[in-house]
């Protein structure tokens, strides 16, 4: 969790979007984000907390894709730095 926005990742979450990716809650608001790219798979942030989002992505991508193998295994995944 960073500036209000908690960062979700969900074990065997490669049903629905087979592309490795995040959820993200801000408020009511909430959306899916690709690792990948940043881009919106589903949902809505408000645009200041959504690039607050995809730079954080782009800052830990290899460490998200790091996680997402393990939780799509349904293994542990490691903590994140939030962004500062």
Do not use: C
Not at 14 to 36: C, L, Q, R, V, Y
Not at 50 to 61: D, G, S, Y
Not at 71 to 80: D, L, N, T
Request: charged share 25%; glycine share 8%.
């Amino acid at each position: 969790m960073f500036y209000g926005i908690l960062i979700m990742m969900y074990f065997y979450d490669n049903k629905k979007h087979h592309s490795p990716h995040i959820h993200a809650e801000f408020g009511d608001s909430e959306a899916t984000i690709a690792i990948e790219d940043g881009s919106i798979l589903g949902g809505s942030l408000p645009p200041s907390k959504m690039k607050l989002v995809q730079a954080w992505i782009e800052i830990h991508k290899e460490d998200l894709l790091a996680n997402w193998r393990l939780a799509v295994s349904g293994e542990p995944v490691f903590k994140i730095d939030p962004l500062r």
